[in-house]
């Protein structure tokens, strides 16, 4: 799938960071770009800077019957690629329960229900890229319960990957370790974020943070190789090297 022109793309997320980088970069290669987040205007922003074919759709992808009548909405998916999601950062014990089944609510759920509703829609010989972390393999402090998100998403990435073979839609996961200049959401205060990014960059090897573009360039070769299916890359500066 070198050339995307005449392609359709869906990037759950695609307003901002990861997501956004990403449709940016399937845009530049000729894809029509349709991204997915919460909040129409700064989708619509981001779409009018892309320009060309990109549009904007407001969906929560935590909410089933969204996600149905966004992909009932498309004639046709070459490439879904699943970036939505924020993080949530406490102790086992201080955390209720119920903070873990949200974060996996949108983020883990909001990967199911996108593949679900856009496997039917979907051409044979398509791509679909999920999003996990790397924190299944590398200790990311107060976040057991995200850890358990990114092993559950890679899990899943493999598995689809063989279960949908035979139509030659190839399944990878995208694992980015520690990437700024995002909006990523968390319960984080500031000072918290600049801990969180201390210690980040004390265990990365290249010793700073990736950008946006770093996993987009990633992403683009897993959408784009058709014989990489199953893989899960992590973008990481090393850190799950180490
Ligand atoms: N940045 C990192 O260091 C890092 C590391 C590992 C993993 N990740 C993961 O990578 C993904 C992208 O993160 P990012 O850093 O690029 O953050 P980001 O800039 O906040 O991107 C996440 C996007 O997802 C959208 N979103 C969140 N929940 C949604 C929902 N329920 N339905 C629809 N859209 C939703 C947000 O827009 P709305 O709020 O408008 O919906 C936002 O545009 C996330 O899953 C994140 O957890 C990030």
Same mark, same amino acid.
């Given at each position: ?159 689809? $990957?063989?279960? @949908? ?7 990878? +996961?995208?694992? !980015?370790?520690?990437? %700024?200049? #995002? &909006? ?34 990633? $992403?683009?070769? @897993? ?7 199953? +893989?899960?890359? !992590?973008?990481?500066? %090393?850190? #799950? &090297?180490?």
């Amino acid at each position: 799938m070198g050339d995307l022109s005449g392609r359709i793309s869906v990037i759950t997320g695609g307003g901002t960071g990861i997501g956004l980088a990403i449709a940016e970069k399937l845009a530049g290669e000729g894809s029509e770009v349709v991204l997915v987040g919460r909040r129409l205007p700064r989708l619509e922003e981001a779409a009018g800077r892309i320009g060309g074919l990109a549009r904007a759709y407001a969906a929560d992808v935590a909410e089933e019957d969204q996600v149905r009548v966004l992909f009932d909405s498309l004639d046709r998916v070459d490439v879904l690629v699943t970036c939505a999601g924020g993080a949530y950062f406490g102790t086992m014990e201080d955390t209720p329960p119920q903070r873990w089944r949200q974060l996996f609510h949108g983020r883990f759920f909001g990967q199911i229900n996108s593949c679900h509703y856009a496997l039917p829609k979907m051409s044979d010989g398509g791509a679909i890229l999920l999003c996990s972390g790397i924190a299944d393999g590398a200790n990311v402090p107060k976040y057991s319960g995200g850890s358990a998100l990114c092993g559950a998403v890679n899990a899943m990435g493999k598995n689809l $990957a063989v279960e @949908l073979a035979p139509r030659g839609i190839r399944v990878n +996961v995208l694992s !980015p370790g520690l990437i %700024g200049d #995002t &909006a990523i959401e968390s319960n984080l205060d500031d000072e918290g974020v600049v801990g969180l990014f201390e210690a980040a960059i004390g265990s990365t090897p290249l010793r700073r943070a990736g950008v946006p573009a770093n996993t987009a360039e990633a $992403a683009y070769a @897993l959408i784009s190789n058709d014989y990489l299916t199953g +893989v899960v890359l !992590p973008v990481d500066g %090393g850190w #799950t &090297a180490t």
